[in-house]
């Protein structure tokens, strides 16, 4: 027997209701849900279950999360199938933050404007940095440190015959490569023996001894085509690359394209971006830079970033360029202020060692001793006072182990050795499985293209590698262990604990950076990028995702890689988005029952 609230409906809607009136009663089922859904009190907020405590807990925390994914996805548009569009031609070498027709509209004047500014020039077209038309894949290493391909730098020939002479000499352009000499061929005046002229200088018999007397990392400011940092590198001495933006000629550009640790970086009014402290040598070769300008401010920030008894070494002309005045003189009058010993001077050569005692500087009472320590310089202004001095890192070159650090130095970074064996042991077996991993095979369901072969696994394509999220350099290490011929550009993320001194003490490349802002270098500069956490990380910081992969398109040369590994919400917008970039993706599941996911990506060459 039908109840009469059904006879009733029987006789309101007949016996079978219209189809506006369902959807009236789907819409006014949704809003009511909508309704209970934004009220303030959510029964789920006071639901509590002894026996499973944790079920709700972060339940506001993934609602914040799932929004924040919702606005990530939709900046790809209404129609997530459809791919980013190729830059311009004007696009190809295309470096963020160096736009210096923006920066004189801002005021920024007196070389400043060919500084960094990324508050400036905020870049919102979301489109691929396409290769130029001759561009070709590098030759591997270590043929791709003597010969490059001309096409794939932004070098005419012009720049190239106007180059110095010793440059000249050690590089030879052909029809469509550019030829650097080899160790072997180097003669009077190479390279090879400039680098065991300065060994002799600071009383070595050899610069195979380079390591041995302290000097493990070396900044080489304004490098040339960086053959002197290829010549230590060879030495075992982490030498890095740091020169001005150059929209054409670019030095990092083609140091980087050897194969070749580079950064952009300058002395104008911001500071670099290292800790103090950092290098055991600090080398100029004609590298444009008045060091006695801004009343020695460059000087300082030389003696802010040298480690106690480190070495200073200019080469230069005897005069300073338009005066009859020695290239020494201005020197002369700071360096005994920063208590520097010119410690030997040889034909163009002056090499200056910085003291050992953090007490001299009070007692010459020329410049201020900093307020605090400069723990997070990230191209902070320039300053006039002296820093290092008050932190316990205040350890002579000559009285630190080479290699590993000790018990005792890791003691000042405040790192345990247990703590640093688990993160070795960690990488070590993070490797072995990553260059498995690094192969074509992972994508052999996608179809081949006609005529194409299955490259071998990327023994030797793998070069340039950057560590996105480098924490103690762990990455680095188990690469060396493993006997991969690869350099590591570690980065540590501005807002996390900052261990870039504990990457830089043993002996690796380091800086700090800012992942929401994008990242000093050339388009096509490496090979491989490996982010642990970045983007948990820079959702923390609730920077844009989409910033950051498009900038890691950027930087990564063609048909390289990219291996992220992160939460599970995170891998998937991220391969949500790399997809829309045409890169390969595919997600790796540890199974080891954690959140965590594997995403190992290979970026395709794309032409016009």
Same mark, same amino acid.
Not at 92 to 101: A, R
Not at 221 to 231: D, L, Q, R, T, V
Not at 262 to 274: E, H, L, R, T
């Given at each position: 027997m039908r109840s009469s609230w059904y006879n009733k409906l029987l006789l309101t809607f007949g016996p079978r209701p219209p189809l506006n009136w369902l959807l009236l009663f789907l819409v006014i089922v949704l809003v009511l849900v909508a309704l209970l859904g934004s009220s303030p009190f959510n029964p789920l907020d006071?639901?509590?279950?002894?026996?499973?405590?944790?079920?709700?807990?972060?339940?506001?925390?993934?609602?914040?999360?799932?929004?924040?994914?919702?606005?990530?996805?939709?900046?790809?548009?209404?129609?997530?199938?459809?791919?980013?569009?190729?830059?311009?031609?004007?696009?190809?070498?295309?470096?963020?933050?160096?736009?210096?027709?923006?920066?004189?509209?801002?005021?920024?004047?007196?070389?400043?404007?060919?500084?960094?500014?990324?508050?400036?020039?905020?870049?919102?077209?979301?489109?691929?940095?396409?290769?130029?038309?001759?561009?070709?894949?590098?030759?591997?290493?270590?043929?791709?440190?003597?010969?490059?391909?001309?096409?794939?730098?932004?070098?005419?020939?012009?720049?190239?015959?106007?180059?110095?002479?010793?440059? /000249?000499?050690?590089?030879?352009?052909?029809?469509?490569? &550019?030829?650097?000499? #080899? =160790?072997? %061929?180097?003669?009077?005046? @190479? $390279? /090879?023996?400039?680098?065991?002229?300065?060994?002799?200088? &600071?009383?070595?018999? #050899? =610069?195979? %001894?380079?390591?041995?007397? @302290? $000097?493990?990392?070396?900044?080489?400011?304004?490098?040339?085509?960086?053959?002197?940092?290829?010549?230590?590198?060879?030495?075992?001495?982490?030498?890095?690359?740091?020169?001005?933006?150059?929209?054409?000629?670019?030095?990092?550009?083609?140091?980087?394209?050897?194969?070749?640790?580079?950064?952009?970086?300058?002395?104008?009014?911001?500071?670099?971006?290292?800790?103090?402290?950092?290098?055991?040598?600090?080398?100029?070769?004609?590298?444009?830079?008045?060091?006695?300008?801004?009343?020695?401010?460059?000087?300082?920030e030389v003696d802010r970033v040298l480690k106690p008894g480190g070495y200073f070494v200019l080469t230069s002309p005897r005069r300073r360029q338009g005066t009859k005045r020695a290239i020494a003189t201005p020197l002369e009058e700071y360096t005994p202020k920063l208590c520097w010993n010119l410690l030997a001077q040889q034909d163009e050569t002056f090499i200056w060692q910085k003291t050992t005692d953090a007490k001299c500087y009070s007692s010459k009472q020329t410049f201020p001793l900093c307020n605090g320590e400069d723990g997070q310089s990230y191209y902070k202004p320039l300053a006039q006072c002296i820093s290092g001095t008050g932190t316990k890192r205040w350890i002579p070159i000559q009285n630190r182990s080479s290699g590993s650090l000790s018990s005792a130095e890791l003691a000042i970074h405040g790192i345990s050795p247990e703590d640093l064996f688990q993160d070795s042991e960690y990488w070590r077996s993070a490797i072995r499985n990553y260059w498995s991993l690094l192969s074509p095979l992972i994508f052999s369901d996608h179809p081949k293209r006609p005529g194409d072969e299955d490259p071998m696994p990327p023994y030797n394509m793998v070069r340039n590698v950057m560590d996105m999220n480098a924490r103690y350099g762990g990455l680095n290490t188990a690469l060396l262990e493993a006997r991969k011929s690869v350099w590591v550009m570690n980065v540590v993320p501005v807002g996390q604990h900052n261990t870039v001194p504990v990457i830089l003490d043993q002996g690796f490349a380091g800086v700090l950076h800012n992942w929401c802002e994008p990242f000093p270098t050339y388009p096509r500069t490496y090979d491989m990028l490996h982010a642990n956490g970045l983007l948990s990380h820079l959702a923390s910081e609730r920077c844009s995702m989409l910033d950051l992969i498009f900038e890691m398109d950027r930087i990564l040369r063609p048909e390289g890689w990219v291996i992220i590994s992160d939460k599970v919400g995170q891998i998937e917008i991220a391969r949500t988005l790399v997809t829309q970039l045409r890169w390969e993706a595919r997600v790796i599941d540890l199974q080891d029952g954690s959140e965590q996911r594997l995403l190992v990506c290979q970026k395709p060459f794309l032409r016009k």
């Open positions: 006071s639901v509590t279950d002894p026996t499973r405590p944790d079920i709700y807990s972060g339940y506001r925390r993934l609602k914040e999360q799932a929004v924040n994914d919702y606005l990530e996805l939709r900046k790809l548009g209404t129609n997530p199938s459809t791919d980013f569009d190729l830059c311009g031609k004007e696009r190809e070498n295309y470096v963020p933050c160096y736009n210096s027709s923006a920066n004189l509209l801002s005021g920024f004047k007196d070389g400043e404007d060919l500084d960094r500014h990324c508050e400036v020039s905020r870049d919102t077209e979301y489109c691929l940095v396409r290769p130029p038309k001759d561009y070709k894949i590098p030759l591997t290493w270590p043929s791709g440190r003597d010969v490059i391909w001309s096409g794939n730098v932004k070098l005419s020939k012009d720049q190239f015959l106007s180059s110095g002479s010793m440059t /000249k000499r050690l590089m030879l352009l052909e029809e469509n490569q &550019i030829s650097f000499h #080899s =160790d072997g %061929e180097m003669v009077v005046d @190479g $390279v /090879k023996d400039y680098s065991h002229q300065i060994a002799e200088m &600071i009383g070595l018999g #050899s =610069d195979t %001894e380079f390591r041995e007397a @302290g $000097v493990q990392n070396v900044l080489d400011i304004g490098c040339g085509f960086g053959s002197f940092g290829a010549h230590l590198l060879s030495l075992k001495v982490m030498a890095v690359c740091m020169a001005a933006y150059e929209s054409t000629g670019s030095q990092v550009q083609v140091a980087l394209e050897r194969g070749l640790p580079a950064v952009i970086g300058n002395f104008i009014s911001k500071q670099i971006p290292f800790p103090s402290l950092s290098y055991d040598m600090i080398h100029c070769t004609q590298c444009g830079i008045f060091w006695d300008d801004k009343d020695g401010m460059f000087l300082i």
